[in-house]
Nanobody, 127 residues
Framework: QVQLVETGGGLVQTGKSLRLSCIAS????????TGWFRQAPGKEREFVSA????????AYPDSVKGRFSISRDNAKNTVYLQMNRLKPEDTAVYYC????????????????????WGQGTQVTVSS
C-alpha cells in the first residue's frame, strides 16, 4: 500500500503561483509513476499532469501546458506540481495519484491508470 498526502493548496490571485507537494509513504520502494488530477464543483475529475518514476517522461493537457510543471525527488518520496500564471478556471481540488504497478519509465494519463489517491488539496484562484 502507498499513502499519499497533498500539501500546498490555498487561495491566490490570478496570475500568481503555487507549488503543490505530494508526499508518499508506505510501500515507496516500488517504482510508481505519479499523476495530478483536479476536480472542480459540478465537473468531472480531469488530468493535470503526470511523471514517470525516473522523471524522464512528463505529460500535460493543453489547458495547463506551459504554465504547470511537474517534478519529483525520489529520495524524499515527493512529487511537486509548480503552477504558474494561475487562472480562475484552475480552481479545484487537486489530487495526487500513484500507480499500482511498478514501472521506471511508464506514465499514466487517465484516472484508471492509478491505484492510490490522496485526499486532495483545495486551490482557489480569485479574479
Amino acid at each position: 500500500q502507498v499513502q499519499l498526502v497533498e500539501t500546498g493548496g490555498g487561495l491566490v490571485q490570478t496570475g500568481k503561483s503555487l507549488r503543490l507537494s505530494c508526499i508518499a509513504s508506505g510501500r515507496t520502494s516500488s517504482s510508481h509513476y505519479t499523476g495530478w488530477f483536479r476536480q472542480a464543483p459540478g465537473k468531472e475529475r480531469e488530468f493535470v499532469s503526470a511523471i514517470s518514476w525516473n522523471g524522464a517522461h512528463t505529460a500535460y493537457p493543453d489547458s495547463v501546458k506551459g504554465r504547470f510543471s511537474i517534478s519529483r525527488d525520489n529520495a524524499k518520496n515527493t512529487v511537486y506540481l509548480q503552477m504558474n500564471r494561475l487562472k480562475p478556471e484552475d480552481t479545484a481540488v487537486y489530487y495526487c495519484a500513484a500507480s499500482g504497478v511498478a514501472s521506471e519509465s511508464g506514465i499514466g494519463l487517465g484516472s484508471t491508470d492509478y491505484s492510490y489517491w490522496g485526499q486532495g488539496t483545495q486551490v482557489t484562484v480569485s479574479s
